[in-house]
């Protein structure tokens, strides 16, 4: 399982709080690309099958975030 922002880019639009199931259902249904399915399917859950994820975050730890630049906001 990997991810790029192009792939996560796909997610940014779902509808969090969601499970692995709805995740993978909502990137078929708007048509993004086989990797975003695979990866999503390569999620291990425990056997409780209702673990719910917040963000992309949840999925992709190293997701990167606006704290992850070094850049001032304000300045521009």
């Known amino acids: 399982m990997y991810w ?6 796909y997610l940014s639009d779902a509808p969090w709080p969601a499970t692995k199931n709805e995740l993978v259902d909502y990137a078929i249904r708007t ?3 086989l990797e975003v399915v695979e990866n999503l399917q390569a999620i291990e859950e425990e056997e409780d099958e209702s673990d719910i994820y917040e963000s992309m975050e949840d999925i992709w730890p190293d997701f990167p975030t606006n704290d992850d630049y070094f850049w001032n906001e ?3």
């Not at 790029?4 to 880019?9: D, G, P």
């Open 4 to 9: 790029t922002l192009e792939l996560a880019s």
């Open 31 to 33: 048509g993004a690309p």
């Open 74 to 76: 304000d300045e521009y």
